[in-house]
């Protein structure tokens, strides 16, 4: 069973408005580690933002936050204020804490393009 | 920040030939990560290791074999390639939880295709 599912394919949105990423997860461990990360048009894959289970703050990083809504398993990545270079495709994963060796288990991405 | 590399960046081979995918990551990292990249599937593991030595099977292993020959590099052997290992592979790296790891790093990536 997909333990991250990301089902927004792709999205397509305005500059400078804001745009919100949809990825829900499976877990039955207490404890457990939730990212995002970037892959640009040059395949370059890139950490974005992390949020710790156990924290009730949504991270914050630059323009990107997260939406962490623990009782629906669902972690949602916000952009504000796009910019054309936001285009990429936008992966949510998993880290259960359990795991011993850092494993994590990646949605199928969602693709973002930000027309001007 | 991790640097992790990867050679070679662009692969063609024929069905049966024998390829290896060479990593290197030069923060000290205990832990390395190979994966495959294919539309619809993100990414999904196929081998990673805690050190030298060390061997894990992850979720779409076969037809892969993998060896870590020192803490900086982690190889991915393909023995008999066939046209369905044809991807985008990843190598990444990442620090044990208890000094603080948690996210992974990854390198440029691998085009392989075979004909």
């Known amino acids: 069973a997909q333990k991250v599912t990301q089902t927004q394919t792709s999205i397509s949105v305005m500059e400078k408005t804001t745009v919100t990423m949809d990825c829900v997860y499976e877990?039955?461990?207490?404890?457990?580690?939730l990212f995002w990360y970037k892959q640009t048009a040059s395949g370059e894959i890139v950490f974005l933002i992390r949020?710790?289970?156990?924290?009730?703050e949504n991270a914050t990083v630059g323009h990107y936050s997260l939406n962490f809504q623990k009782p629906k398993s669902s972690i949602g990545l916000i952009i504000t204020a796009t910019q054309i270079e936001d285009s990429a495709v936008y992966f949510c994963a998993m880290r259960e804490g359990q795991s011993n060796y850092n494993v994590l288990y990646f949605g199928s991405g969602t693709k973002l393009t930000v027309e001007p | 920040e991790a640097a992790v590399t990867q050679s070679p960046r662009n692969k063609v081979t024929v069905t049966g030939g024998n390829v290896t995918l060479s990593c290197r990551q030069t923060?000290?990292?205990?832990?390395m990560y190979w994966y495959r990249q294919d539309t619809g599937h993100g990414l999904r593991l196929i081998h990673y290791?805690?050190?030298?030595?060390?061997?894990q099977i992850g979720d779409v292993p076969d037809g892969y074999k993998a060896t870590r020959t020192t803490q900086e590099d982690f190889f991915l052997l393909l023995e008999l390639a066939s046209p369905s290992q044809t991807s985008l592979y990843f190598c990444?790296?990442?620090?044990?939880?208890?000094?603080?790891?948690?996210?992974?790093?990854f390198g440029p990536g691998t085009r392989l295709t075979v004909l």
């Open positions: 923060n000290s990292h205990n832990y």
């Open positions: 949020q710790d289970s156990y924290k009730k």
């Open positions: 877990t039955q461990d207490s404890s457990y580690f």
């Open positions: 290791s805690y050190g030298a030595g060390n061997l």
């Open positions: 990444a790296s990442s620090e044990r939880l208890g000094l603080g790891g948690r996210e992974q790093y």
